[in-house]
């Protein structure tokens, strides 16, 4: 599932423990996946506008209006001349004892308005963020699209990825959660459940808090632990399980970091005897591959023969399946270890 607009998004530095550090989510992620795609001779197909009712069925409508213009606003605010950032960047968040009680309240700064909704400063806005954003979730909605009407399994290649965006905040390199979209709208389409299962090596917060309180989309991610140090931090750990109608309905297994293919699989087979029993309409996978031994972005250790097995578990569910692209910032091991996983839905 193809779109230009998966080039857009352009924001190409970073701020991280206060240095300004060149991004890895980078254009040429999308470009390497389709050139393995058009090796590999799939069927292109191309992703649809759906509009912003499917994204804001998901998503605070006055965060989709923001990431529209912000990138705009700050540039009207003058901030590429002075202090000389082109990008939008936040440097002031409102804590909840600070400003909680103030929140309907926006800053009149833009500088300030940066982080009402952005969680962290690594997640920047350039010109083409919001059109890469909603191409992604356009990308995961067609897929969604076509697994509805019967095809078996649909790969859409989208940048940036979305599994940390939530309700209403983003960070951590996402802005719109496709998966979420996509998620959300396969369970408004079907009586069984959908499942959400998240490969990606940082748990998908986001995604989590989406489908807290709810039985119809449930939640299952292999991750890094957070304990030993690692992004999101906050949350990914074992015992959150859902509230209210999602009780159970949600699955973190954590890893130490160093974890290889034998103990990531182990995971998995959890997850998927879980998927099995739920019985599900469908299913919809992070395809994240930044758990790759050589990925900077995690300790994990998953071999390229790790993910083609990975790749097998996942099919042999044999459940009508979307697969969406989230991590994975290794430029070499990228096209191969998401072909790896890819191969066996073929
Ligand atoms: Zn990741």
Redesign the pocket.
């Known amino acids: 599932m193809w779109s230009d607009g998966y080039l857009a998004h352009d924001a190409n530095w970073l701020v991280w423990a206060g240095l300004k550090l060149p991004s890895d989510e980078e254009a040429d992620r999308a470009k390497i996946l389709r050139t393995e795609l058009e090796r590999a001779g799939v069927e292109m197909v191309s992703a649809k506008d759906h509009g912003r009712a499917p994204i804001e069925a998901v998503h605070l409508p006055e965060m989709i209006d923001y990431l529209e213009t912000a990138h705009q606003r700050w540039m009207e605010a003058g901030y590429p001349d002075y202090p000389g950032a082109d990008l939008v960047v936040p440097y002031a968040f409102p804590h909840p004892e600070a400003f909680g009680a103030y929140a309907s309240r926006l800053p009149t700064s833009r500088a300030a308005m940066a982080g009402v909704y952005c969680m962290d400063t690594a997640t920047t806005i350039g010109p083409g963020t919001y059109r890469g954003a909603r191409s992604a979730a356009d990308g995961a909605l067609t897929a969604a699209g076509l697994v509805k009407e019967g095809a078996s399994a649909v790969y859409a290649p989208v940048r940036p990825p979305g599994h940390h965006a939530g309700t209403s905040y983003f960070g951590g390199n996402c802005y719109l959660n496709s998966v979420a979209v996509a998620a959300n709208w396969l369970a408004s389409e079907s009586e069984r459940p959908v499942v959400i299962v998240d490969i ?3 748990h998908g917060n986001g995604t989590q808090e989406i489908f807290y309180q709810r039985d119809d989309v449930h939640y299952h991610s292999i991750h890094v632990d957070p304990g030993e140090g690692w992004f999101p931090h906050w949350c990914g750990f074992a015992e959150e399980t859902g509230t209210a109608d999602g009780v159970g309905a949600n699955l973190n297994l954590p890893l130490v970091p160093g974890s290889d293919d034998g103990v990531f699989l182990e995971a998995l087979d959890r997850i998927c005897a879980n998927v099995a029993g739920l019985m599900p309409s469908f299913m919809v996978v992070s395809l ?1 591959v ?1 758990a790759g031994a050589s990925d900077p ?2 300790p994990l250790r998953v071999s390229n023969q790790g993910f083609a097995a990975v790749g097998q578990r996942l099919a042999t569910l044999d459940l009508p399946t979307v697969l969406v692209q ?2 994975g910032y290794n430029l070499e091991a990228l096209g191969p270890d998401v072909m790896a996983v890819l191969a066996a839905f073929r």
């Open positions: 990606d090596a940082h994240g930044d972005e995690s989230e991590g």
